[in-house]
């Protein structure tokens, strides 16, 4: 977990080790109720990321997914300065 500020925005970033989100999946992963297909039998409920998104949608915010070199997802969160402050 990281977190910067610039002059007008807040970033959080949150990094995990796990399988990654496949590029043509990674808008659907924030619908609720979407999960990921996968081989190795990890199973959600398609809940968790359709919350986080909503909730930084109703702070003027954005969310995005971004790959991890080797494995793995990052999470960037971004609010306007303003709306945190």
């Known amino acids: 977990v990281n977190a910067r500020q610039t002059k007008n925005e807040i970033e959080i970033t949150v990094t995990d080790n796990g399988i990654g989100i496949p590029q043509n999946f990674k808008e659907a992963a924030f619908q609720i109720f979407k999960t990921m297909p996968n ?3 990890i199973k959600g409920t398609g809940i968790g990321l359709a919350i986080c998104k909503k909730i930084v949608d109703k702070m003027e915010g954005t ?5 991890v070199p080797g494995g793995g997802t990052t999470f960037k969160i971004t ?7």
């Open 39 to 41: 081989d190795i039998g």
């Open 63 to 67: 969310i995005q997914i971004e790959d």
């Open 79 to 85: 609010w306007p300065v303003a709306v945190v402050s």
